[in-house]
């Protein structure tokens, strides 16, 4: 903030205002700055998915494709129910683009391991070669 000296008659040099121009400018870039980082911290969807718990866990696990089976086994693609037809397309089409990208692949623990296998087999045929589980840490 500048602050300008109005010489007076007497030439006291009192300060009669402020400039808040540059205080406005940088409370509105900060503000843009949190709108955008707003909308790419955004979760998905909650699912009603009940993960196995286990000691220690990947950080990392929100910088991928999240892919969802619940105990219903309707498969779900970053939190929007989707067909295995449409899920192995949409992921050959996203490894074209991004071909070392990793899937999450969060199961409800009451589901065969069949179906999270069989889960995992359509999205390897779809190109993706790095399958994550996602699981709940022990507190």
Known sequence: MR??????KDGDGTISDINLTPMVDVMLAMLVIFI??????QESKSLNINLP???SADPNIRESTQVALSKDGLVYLDGVEVTE???LEALANEVEYRPNMRVT???DESISYGAVSRLMG???QGGVT???LSVDREI
Do not use: E, H, P
């Not at 955008?36 to 911290?41: D, G």
């Open 105 to 107: 692949l969060s199961a």
């Open 53 to 55: 718990q286990v000691a």
């Open 130 to 132: 790095r399958i994550a």
């Open 36 to 41: 955008v980082t707003a909308n790419f911290t």
């Open 85 to 87: 037809a449409y899920l």
């Open 122 to 124: 359509l999205m390897r």
């Open 3 to 8: 602050l300008r000296k109005n010489k007076d």
